[in-house]
């Protein structure tokens, strides 16, 4: 198969920085993941629920060299959020199973992630959802995204717009290095652009721009 030029582009650049990730120094990755939690925590400390109302966190379990999102996790729990995180399905799909330390995880048949062990549901079914964070290779700060590859994320993003009403913001999880300068990650049409993203020196929001974010 011939692929569109834009798409080698992206090939390209999700290779690199997979080797960049990867050859990075492990206390470094470490030290900015801790970082990057403690950025997520004080954000999500001044999220203002409803009277009465449980904030659920749609996460995710970082994986090697990914951020490490575990203590993350355990302090949004400590802090009285709901946490989900996603399961891979048929299709690129993503459904969400609710997490609280000690939850059994399993290797995803579908992807090379852990997920948790629990009744799997759809988005739709997930209440009070405040905020999304989503996993990514790098962000430019136009807001494009660069995953994994699967589209996974560009699929579930895509089914819940950010100008519903109430939708909740998604932002990035990045090191340093792969914030990006605008323009850097090439555009797909199906891509889903982010509202802003972690990094160890805290939250970027991106300006508003045309289209969903
Ligand atoms: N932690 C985490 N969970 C996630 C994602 C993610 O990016 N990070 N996903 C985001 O969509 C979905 C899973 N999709 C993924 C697809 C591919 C790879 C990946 O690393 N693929 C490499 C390595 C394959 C291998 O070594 O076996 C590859 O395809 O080369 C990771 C996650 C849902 N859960
Ligand atoms: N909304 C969509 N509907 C159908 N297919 C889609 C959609 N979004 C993305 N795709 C398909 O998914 C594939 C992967 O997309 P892309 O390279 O942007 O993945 P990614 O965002 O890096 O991956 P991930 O979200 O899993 O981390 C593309 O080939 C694209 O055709």
Do not use: N
Not at 11 to 16: K, V, Y
Not at 46 to 52: K, L, M, R, Y
Not at 70 to 76: C, I, M, V
Not at 184 to 200: K, M, S
Request: hydrophobic share 40%.
């Amino acid at each position: 198969m011939t692929l569109p030029a834009r798409d080698k582009g992206k090939l390209r650049l999700r290779a690199s920085l997979r080797a960049a990730r990867s050859a990075s120094d492990p206390a470094d990755r470490q030290e900015q993941a801790q970082a990057i939690a403690r950025a997520v925590v004080d954000h999500a400390g001044g999220i203002a629920a409803a009277p009465g109302e449980r904030r659920t966190i749609a996460a995710y379990l970082g994986r090697d060299p990914e951020p490490a999102t575990a203590g993350l996790l355990q302090d949004l729990h400590a802090r009285g959020f709901d946490v989900v995180l996603p399961v891979c399905e048929p299709a690129y799909r993503l459904s969400w199973v609710g997490w609280v330390p000690g939850t059994a995880l399993q290797r995803s048949v579908r992807a090379p992630v852990d997920e948790p062990v629990g009744p799997r549901r759809p988005f739709e079914e997930v209440p009070a959802v405040c905020l999304i964070l989503v996993p990514a290779l790098a962000v430019d700060r136009s807001g494009q995204r660069l995953g994994q590859g699967g589209g996974y994320y560009d699929r579930f993003l895509a089914q819940h717009p950010t100008d519903s009403p109430g939708a909740p913001p998604r932002l990035g999880v990045v090191y340093r290095s792969e914030l990006l300068p605008a323009g850097a990650i090439p555009a797909e049409p199906f891509d889903q652009r982010l509202g802003g993203v972690f990094t160890a020196d805290g939250l970027q929001r991106f300006e508003a721009v045309a289209g969903p974010v």
